[in-house]
């Protein structure tokens, strides 16, 4: 199952669900007999499974500490063992709070990843690198460092930023293991 992308405009949370791997019958069937479903209906069917509209039960533990919280839910997927969800939380503390008011009620649930993010003026998000990593990184592109052949290399970037090579090296490879980490989980 999986989380239809919506704005809610009248505070329903997570009104639609995508169900795949099953006909439509037995996908109603398993939505009805979840104890926290009041009311599953199909909306619509197609090669990539069906769109139903999900009635929840007015109170569950972790929908009241996300709802309590500001979260937002940017992606849910859930299967035989349970649910993944990116959430976007207004700060660490509304997260935080979350998290306990979750393990207070017995929601079971774990933290794999805690991205900051930070918004730019053209409506975007950057991942946030550190400082000294977001220069280099944007000098190695600008020099040529990333194309093929390359314009640069690491002993020129070392000596324009006036390290070794071995810590420039270090610096690009942390900043794209952060970029790539924070774009690989999103998808």
Do not use: K
Request: hydrophobic share 35%; charged share 25%; glycine share 10%.
């Amino acid at each position: 199952m999986e989380l239809e992308r919506v704005v809610p405009l009248n505070g329903r949370v997570m009104p639609y669900l995508w169900v795949t791997g099953v006909d439509t019958d037995e996908g109603l069937r398993r939505l009805r007999a979840d104890p926290d479903v009041v009311e599953s209906r199909a909306l619509a069917e197609g090669r990539d499974g069906l769109l139903a509209g999900i009635d929840w039960h007015d109170s569950h533990p972790l929908l009241d500490a996300l709802s309590g919280a500001g979260a937002t839910c940017l992606r849910g997927v859930g299967g035989p063992e349970g649910w993944q969800f990116s959430l976007r939380f207004p700060t660490r503390d509304c997260l935080a709070t979350c998290y306990r008011e979750c393990s207070e009620d017995g929601v079971d649930l774990t933290v794999d990843r805690i991205h900051a993010t930070s918004w730019s003026a053209e409506g975007g998000h950057d991942t946030v690198l550190t400082d000294v990593q977001r220069e280099t990184l944007t000098t190695a592109l600008e020099r040529g460092y990333f194309s093929v052949p390359r314009s640069t290399t690491l002993q020129d970037l070392a000596t324009e930023f006036d390290v070794s090579d071995t810590a420039i090296s270090q610096r690009i490879r942390r900043g794209v293991a952060r970029l790539l980490a924070a774009e690989l989980s999103e998808g």
